[in-house]
């Protein structure tokens, strides 16, 4: 196709998927159906793991469950099963110990069978500037937030492409879009999240194929108990989040095969507007909305409450 065709169908199509998009404002997505889809979740022994086991159970799913809490994962078990999965299968692993996951992938794979679907959800936080930081649990942050991530892809990926079906899920963070004082190493891991996911998508598109889809989800903070503590100035604005309704809009995120979720919706624009305004005038809005200080009163998720 030469340059000035070329150009035409770009404009054309461009006009057509603004316009497509417009419509779905209004339009509700059709929904897939994932009966019988294997789903594996990673840090399913709480938080919105355990909330996104027991949606995904109440579609008739078969649900593999991966934690290192083996009291909080056989309560996540329970709750799936009773919520309606077909079968609930639960594993201890350590996602942050690459030998592990790839021996737990294995037993999954000999045990249940292909996944269909991959949610790395399992995360850790530190919750100390940089510079107080130990080594050991900035390595330990990047092994569980980021590396786990390459592992799970290379065990589940290639029967995913190969049978042209599946849904890679990235529980990443608006932290992996927009740095902030006191999370360093935590952004890093989930900048490095948003990166892999967006790029291993981006290689599944040059293939040609269509069936395996992406979504990464970048929430605000859930009041899971994983950030107690943490404040926020404008609520209107940057509300602490409900862990129900995220664990609803991911799902329904993933049944309408939605590439990117940020929650709330204002981190759409804030992600948008780092990019284009001035740095002095970002700095000074996110001083106004309080982003520097979010993690002053940090405490983060007690041992009693795990
Ligand atoms: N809570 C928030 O404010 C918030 C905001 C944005 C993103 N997130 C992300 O959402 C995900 C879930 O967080 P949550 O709020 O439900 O927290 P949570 O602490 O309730 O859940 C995290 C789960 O991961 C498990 N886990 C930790 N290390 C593990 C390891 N090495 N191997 C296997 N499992 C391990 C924990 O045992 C726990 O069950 C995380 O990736 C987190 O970074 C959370």
Same mark, same amino acid.
């Given at each position: 196709?030469?340059?000035?065709?070329?150009?035409?169908?770009?404009?054309?199509?461009?006009?057509?998927?603004?316009?497509?998009?417009?419509?779905?404002?209004?339009? *509700?997505?059709?929904?897939? @159906?994932?009966? =019988?889809?294997? !789903?594996? +979740?990673?840090?399913?022994?709480?938080? %919105? &793991?355990?909330?996104?086991?027991?949606?995904?159970?109440?579609?008739?799913?078969?649900?593999?469950?991966?934690?290192?809490?083996?009291?909080?994962?056989?309560?996540?078990?329970?709750?799936?099963?009773?919520?309606?999965?077909?079968?609930?299968?639960?594993?201890?692993?350590?996602?942050?110990?690459?030998?592990?996951?790839?021996?737990?992938?294995?037993?999954?794979?000999?045990?249940?069978?292909?996944?269909?679907?991959?949610?790395?959800?399992?995360?850790?936080?530190?919750?100390?500037?940089?510079?107080?930081?130990?080594?050991?649990?900035?390595?330990?942050?990047?092994?569980?937030?980021?590396?786990?991530?390459?592992?799970?892809?290379?065990?589940?990926? *290639?029967?995913?492409?190969? @049978?042209?079906? =599946?849904?890679? !899920?990235? +529980?990443?963070?608006?932290?992996?879009? %927009? &740095?902030?004082?006191?999370?360093?190493?935590?952004?890093?891991?989930?900048?490095?999240?948003?990166?892999?996911?967006?790029?291993?998508?981006?290689?599944?598109?040059?293939?040609?194929?269509?069936?395996?889809?992406?979504?990464?989800?970048?929430?605000?903070?859930?009041?899971?108990?994983?950030?107690?503590?943490?404040?926020?100035?404008?609520?209107?604005?940057?509300?602490?989040?409900?862990?129900?309704?995220?664990?609803?809009?991911?799902?329904?995120?993933?049944?309408?095969?939605?590439?990117?979720?940020?929650?709330?919706?204002?981190?759409?624009?804030?992600?948008?507007?780092?990019?284009?305004?001035?740095?002095?005038?970002?700095?000074?809005?996110?001083?106004?909305?309080?982003?520097? @200080?979010?993690?002053?009163?940090?405490?983060?998720?007690?041992?009693?409450?795990?």
């Amino acid at each position: 196709m030469n340059f000035f065709l070329e150009t035409v169908r770009a404009m054309l199509l461009s006009l057509w998927f603004n316009l497509e998009s417009l419509v779905f404002l209004v339009v *509700p997505r059709k929904r897939k @159906n994932i009966s =019988g889809e294997v !789903v594996l +979740i990673t840090g399913a022994g709480s938080g %919105i &793991g355990r909330l996104m086991a027991q949606q995904f159970a109440a579609l008739d799913t078969v649900l593999v469950l991966w934690d290192i809490n083996q009291e909080g994962l056989k309560e996540s078990a329970r709750l799936a099963g009773a919520a309606g999965a077909k079968r609930v299968h639960h594993f201890l692993c350590d996602c942050s110990d690459r030998n592990e996951v790839y021996r737990v992938a294995d037993q999954v794979k000999r045990e249940v069978g292909d996944v269909s679907i991959l949610v790395n959800n399992a995360g850790i936080v530190t919750g100390k500037k940089f510079i107080d930081a130990p080594d050991s649990l900035i390595e330990k942050t990047m092994e569980v937030n980021i590396m786990a991530h390459f592992w799970t892809y290379k065990a589940f990926l *290639p029967a995913m492409i190969a @049978n042209n079906h =599946g849904h890679l !899920v990235s +529980i990443a963070s608006s932290a992996g879009l %927009i &740095g902030v004082n006191g999370l360093a190493d935590y952004c890093a891991s989930k900048f490095a999240a948003v990166g892999f996911a967006e790029s291993v998508g981006l290689e599944l598109v040059a293939t040609g194929k269509n069936g395996v889809k992406t979504t990464i989800v970048c929430p605000y903070f859930i009041n899971t108990g994983m950030f107690d503590g943490c404040q926020t100035k404008c609520p209107s604005i940057l509300p602490i989040l409900n862990a129900e309704y995220v664990a609803k809009k991911i799902l329904h995120a993933v049944l309408t095969d939605q590439v990117y979720l940020m929650l709330p919706k204002s981190i759409y624009l804030i992600a948008a507007l780092k990019n284009i305004l001035p740095m002095k005038q970002g700095i000074l809005l996110g001083q106004y909305l309080g982003a520097f @200080n979010v993690m002053d009163d940090f405490r983060g998720r007690s041992k009693k409450q795990e």
